[in-house]
């Protein structure tokens, strides 16, 4: 059974660089079917899309982060990570991976998500 | 970027209760929406996509209607397991893909 799990620093400082990794378990990440995503939520608050990866690299980012991700796959180890650059304290947020259903866009709802980290921004 | 409006954005019922949460979109999304359920502490889970299309698994009092700017999710028998909080998504566009602010069904 497919499973995400997602590691990192719980905690950044400010102007610094936020890095995640997502473990893709009982699959490969290089399935020809699926991009692999990142979504935040932070605390109290809704849910952001921060973009979505293919094994390939190819990858699609919300214009509103854009400038400061970066996604990126390495199939040797089979995770997927995210960095977000110039972090500030609106970026404390539980951080989600998750896949979407099928490797279309008419497909880019989440099917499958990992439990989440909290990752705090503070000096 | 196409906002997705949820309402109410907290709904206090009881168990057995018909609930009904909407979700509006700025522009037609076809019938390109998501609907998931989130409990506290919890990542969401995913309770229909395409609109009406009921993801495996999950229980059939929840349905899913609507196309274009206007959708409704339905819970037909709310459970005790169905206080959570609930959120739309649409994906007709990428750029980005874009969630509703979330309904909260309380108890009453």
């Given at each position: 059974?497919?499973?995400?799990?997602?590691?990192?620093?719980?905690?950044?400082?400010?102007?610094?660089?936020?890095?995640?990794?997502?473990?893709?378990?009982?699959?490969?990440?290089?399935?020809?079917?699926?991009?692999?995503?990142?979504?935040?939520?932070?605390?109290?608050?809704?849910?952001?899309?921060?973009?979505?990866?293919?094994?390939?690299?190819?990858?699609?980012?919300?214009?509103?982060?854009?400038?400061?991700?970066?996604?990126?796959?390495?199939?040797?180890?089979?995770?997927?990570?995210?960095?977000?650059?110039?972090?500030?304290?609106?970026?404390?947020?539980?951080?989600?991976?998750?896949?979407?259903?099928?490797?279309?866009?008419?497909?880019?709802?989440?099917?499958?998500?990992?439990?989440?980290?909290?990752?705090?921004?503070s000096s | 970027d196409i906002?997705?409006?949820?309402?109410?954005?907290?709904?206090?019922?009881?168990?057995?209760?018909r609930v009904t949460i909407?979700?509006?979109?700025?522009?037609?999304?076809?019938?390109?929406?998501?609907?998931?359920?989130?409990?506290?502490?919890?990542?969401?889970?995913?309770l229909i996509y395409k609109?009406?299309?009921?993801?495996?698994?999950?229980?059939?009092?929840?349905?899913?209607?609507?196309?274009?700017?206007?959708?409704?999710?339905?819970?037909?028998?709310?459970?005790?397991?169905?206080?959570?909080?609930?959120?739309?998504?649409?994906?007709?566009?990428?750029?980005?893909?874009?969630?509703?602010?979330?309904?909260?069904?309380?108890?009453?």
């Open positions: 059974q497919l499973q995400l799990q997602e590691s990192g620093p719980g905690l950044v400082k400010p102007s610094e660089t936020l890095s995640l990794s997502c473990t893709v378990s009982g699959g490969s990440i290089s399935s020809s079917s699926y991009y692999w995503g990142w979504i935040r939520q932070p605390p109290g608050k809704g849910l952001e899309w921060i973009g979505n990866i293919y094994y390939s690299g190819s990858t699609y980012y919300n214009p509103s982060l854009k400038s400061r991700v970066t996604m990126s796959v390495d199939t040797s180890k089979n995770h997927f990570s995210l960095k977000l650059s110039s972090v500030t304290a609106a970026d404390t947020a539980v951080y989600y991976c998750a896949r979407p259903s099928g490797y279309s866009s008419s497909s880019w709802y989440f099917d499958l998500w990992g439990r989440g980290t909290l990752v705090t921004v | 906002q997705m409006t949820q309402s109410p954005s907290t709904l206090s019922a009881s168990v057995g209760d909407t979700c509006r979109a700025s522009q037609s999304i076809s019938s390109w929406l998501a609907w998931y359920q989130q409990k506290p502490g919890k990542a969401p889970n995913l609109a009406s299309s009921l993801e495996s698994g999950v229980p059939s009092r929840f349905s899913g209607s609507g196309s274009g700017t206007e959708f409704t999710l339905t819970i037909s028998s709310l459970q005790p397991d169905d206080f959570a909080t609930y959120y739309c998504q649409q994906y007709n566009s990428y750029t980005p893909l874009t969630f509703g602010g979330g309904t909260k069904v309380e108890i009453k």
